[in-house]
């Protein structure tokens, strides 16, 4: 929004009078001019495109407006609005009165409202990466719109109408209909929330709804257990198998990166976005690490954004094991992928780097040559080679918050998802304490009371 307002007074400065009727010839060569940047002229075109719109919505209430206006010979412009006599001396204030009364009582649909809100959100993002992620936001918010409130009555209903009650009745019914998870419901309450957070910022409500929802009554409802996360991981023997296959594949096929990518997330764990945009410079050999700071996204053609995921830029510790992996890697791209950057290079893909689902492509093959399930109940992708190694790395190292600068995650999702056995583990002393001095003192008191029966056996 604010990059938006700079650009905004930017151009006023340059243009302050931007008409609607602007003519193409005009607008073309404005946006032709050295003196605005791209940013500039893409609000220009935006707000001169949005005037048009604004003006054709203009003509057409006034076109369909009955009885139409008409002119007085006593200097006045009159016509009915909802059966009131209006006049007014200036013909523009009397349409002005007659747009107003028609786009106040215009109804605006939540789907209406739904999808501008999603528009504007993704069109204020300027940063091609952000965008990119914002694309693939979207299409999954329509997804959740079209799972959960499509074909239901909220779908249609005037923004204005809906308050506490019919956002509770819509999420009762997803709930009981679609049978959600609790992490679904969440999404789906930050869909709607993000609609009338743009309701009320074009000031079509006044307050956003879904902040008058009383919404710990809904922790009281039965949502469908998420699978159990001690399923989403390999075994040592099942990761061994597949690294000694993965090996395999990188002697029969050298110039394919994909196995060499999937060798990687054997190792490291990392993202599969995270792996493909890796170059040789992001290889700090003297400090010890590698840096993490890119990401591959969106659905075809990719782009490489800057920043990966959590907006948390890392350094992966640079083992023996891991050194000796990437010298097999850069004397294999010596041979089959010369002058690439990329420690996963393709040069068919735009980019030139490996695709994003590249090594999940290796893992469907190895999963199925080695004979292990690979199930659609959960995750059990390459991803879950990060709950294998962040988990025995709290098990050793016992430090989440080194955890984070490693593997990406933030604090909340290793403590939900990684500390389960591994805050037992740390827990079974103490608690061992307690069971100890509960039992000694059951002990003790059965002892006292055995004295008191038998003294003399004491």
């Not at 106040?104 to 999808?115: A, R, Y």
């Not at 690294?243 to 594949?249: A, C, G, K, P």
């Amino acid at each position: 929004m604010k990059n938006t307002k700079a650009n905004q007074n930017r151009i006023s400065s340059f243009a302050p009078d931007i008409q609607s009727n602007i003519s193409n010839e005009e607008l073309l060569n404005i946006l032709n001019s050295d003196t605005l940047d791209f940013e500039a002229k893409e609000t220009l075109l935006e707000r001169v495109l949005m005037k048009r719109k604004e003006e054709e919505q203009r003509r057409k209430i006034l076109e369909n407006h009955k009885p139409t206006i008409k002119y007085l010979k006593r200097g006045l412009w009159y016509t009915r609005i909802d059966g009131q006599m209006v006049r007014k001396k200036e013909k523009k204030d009397l349409e002005d009165l007659v747009v107003q009364h028609y786009l106040k009582n215009e109804v605006i649909t939540f789907k209406d409202l739904f999808e501008e809100a999603e528009d504007y959100y993704l069109n204020i993002k300027t940063d091609p990466g952000r965008k990119k992620s914002g694309e693939q936001t979207r299409k999954n918010h329509f997804k959740q719109f079209n799972r959960c409130i499509t074909g239901r009555p909220f779908e249609l209903m005037d923004i204005r109408t809906i308050g506490k009650k019919e956002i509770m009745d819509l999420m009762e019914s997803v709930i009981k209909d679609l049978c959600l998870t609790h992490k679904a419901f969440v999404n789906l309450k930050g869909v709607i929330n993000k609609a009338f957070d743009y309701a009320v910022l074009r000031d079509f409500i006044e307050i956003n709804p879904v902040l008058l929802v009383p919404w710990k009554i809904f922790n009281q409802r039965d949502f469908v257990r998420p699978a159990d996360i001690r399923m989403r991981g390999y075994t040592y023997e099942e990761i061994g198998k597949m690294l000694e296959f993965t090996q395999e594949l990188e002697i029969q096929h050298p110039a394919d990166s994909r196995p060499w990518a999937y060798e990687f997330h054997i190792l490291t764990a990392e993202r599969r976005g995270e792996a493909p945009p890796l170059e040789w410079s992001d290889i700090c050999w003297n400090e010890g690490y590698i840096y993490i700071h890119k990401e591959l996204v969106g659905d075809y053609p990719y782009f490489i954004k800057d920043i990966p995921k959590n907006d948390s830029n890392r350094n992966f510790p640079l083992t023996e094991e891991l050194i000796e992996f990437l010298k097999r890697l850069k004397e294999n791209n010596e041979i089959y992928h010369p002058g690439s950057k990329f420690l996963f290079p393709n040069e068919k893909q735009p980019l030139g780097c490996m695709s994003l689902g590249g090594a999940y492509k290796i893992h469907e093959k190895v999963c199925k040559a080695l004979g292990i399930e690979i199930s659609k109940n959960f995750v059990k992708g390459t991803h879950a080679f990060r709950r294998v190694h962040e988990t025995t790395f709290l098990e050793e190292n016992g430090s989440s918050q080194i955890a984070t600068t490693i593997y990406g995650h933030t604090e909340d999702v290793i403590k939900q998802n990684y500390l389960l056995a591994v805050n037992a583990k740390l827990a079974a002393p103490t608690v061992s304490t307690i069971q100890s001095r509960i039992i000694n003192e059951c002990t003790r008191v059965h002892k006292n009371n055995r004295k008191m029966k038998n003294p003399e056996s004491v």
